[in-house]
């Protein structure tokens, strides 16, 4: 018996939390699917929390006189790296109160790295190619996932219980980009959560808006 309670102990810690994976669509009024919004989640019971579950590393490229991607999610604090694959030079800056940064001109195979301390919105462009614009999106939660060319992202491991939601788009109608709604997330499993975003007149992109 000395033997085994220790080890019924250790089993027991051992145990998974309970989670839930979030499965947001994002359509417009037309049935159009959205790319590129920004599903952050925040929980209402801070017990449990994680920590650090967005990956790096995080890179927003310079190809083909575009920046790539589109819509960077990054959690507060990460370092995003701007390595330029095109044969001419770039100089990468911003003006957004989240930061306010400048890459000199730089060529390629130049790879500056930029620390992003602030959550919010960051509007990127280049002073050499007016064409380029890309964001990052600083988060303040560990839970947040970015929609594909089908209008979905997936939250994952979400604690249960109720939590906020928001909704985030370089061209969603709504005051600051963003709109909001409650969700209670199940013990376990998948659930889903459709919404409808209206968008302002946008260029369409690849990989959508």
Known sequence: MRVLVPLLICAAGALPAQAADLVVQVMTPAGIPVANAVVMVRPAATAGRAAGRLPGPFV?????????PYVLVVPVGAEVSFPNLDPFRHHVYSFSPAKTFELKLYGRGDVPVVKFDK???????????????????VVDTPYAAKTDAKGEAVVRDLPPGAAALTLWQPFLKARGGEMSR???????????????????NAPLRRGGY
């Open 182 to 200: 409650e969700i209670t997330a199940p013990a376990s499993g998948a659930f889903r959560v459709s919404l409808t975003a209206d968008l302002r």
């Open 60 to 68: 927003m490229s310079q190809k083909d006189m575009q920046f790539e």
């Open 119 to 137: 959550p919010g919105v960051v509007t990127l462009a280049c002073n050499i190619h007016d064409n380029m614009s890309a964001y990052i999106r």
